[in-house]
């Protein structure tokens, strides 16, 4: 609950209202989903040793291209669609390197973390993206006072709810 304020704080430039709260909780809804998949994962994988991450995520790859394709055979007017190499590199970077790199890498920790890291860790992504969006895609708009503010806030609370998961663990784990 802790990252999730945090993520809350980064992202609300005053207290919001309205279709705000639809949206953010779809975010916190799609995010349950996503972490529900990665404690799955993490549970099937200790199950099953013998499974490579490398070979289930070829697999999973593969029906993401067979289901994107089938989808697409039938809903593209490829009539219209007009690629430019822009456009390819962004496709093969979000497609392969974004989703398909960082999928893999993000359920390859999942199957070692506990529940809880892994929780606030979905919610990491929030202040990192700030970062990224600031220092390496270098947007020009400068983060303000308030903007700082809230993104300190934020940080500090997801960054406890890290520290706290852990603490948690190594506890459960001398009680063992």
Request: net charge positive.
């Amino acid at each position: 609950m802790l990252s999730v304020l945090g993520a809350a704080s980064i992202k609300a430039k005053s207290i919001p209202s309205g279709d705000i709260w639809i949206g953010f909780g779809l975010m916190q809804a799609a995010g349950l989903a996503f972490a529900f998949g990665q404690v799955a994962y993490r549970d099937w994988k200790r199950a099953k040793p013998q499974a490579t991450d490398r070979s289930v995520f070829a697999l999973l790859s593969l029906g993401g291209v067979f289901s994107v394709g089938c989808f697409s055979l039938v809903l593209t007017d490829f009539q219209a669609v007009e690629l430019s190499a822009e456009h390819w590199k962004a496709i093969l970077y979000l497609g392969g390197v974004a989703s398909g790199l960082g999928f893999f890498l993000w359920n390859k920790g999942a199957s070692v973390s506990n529940p809880g890291t892994l929780a606030a860790f979905n919610n990491a992504v929030v202040p990192l993206a700030v970062l990224f969006s600031l220092f390496i895609f270098g947007e020009a708009r400068a983060m303000d006072a308030e903007d700082t503010i809230r993104f300190t806030i934020g940080t500090f609370f997801i960054g406890s709810a890290i520290l706290m998961s852990k603490k948690l663990s190594n506890k459960h784990a001398e009680e063992l």
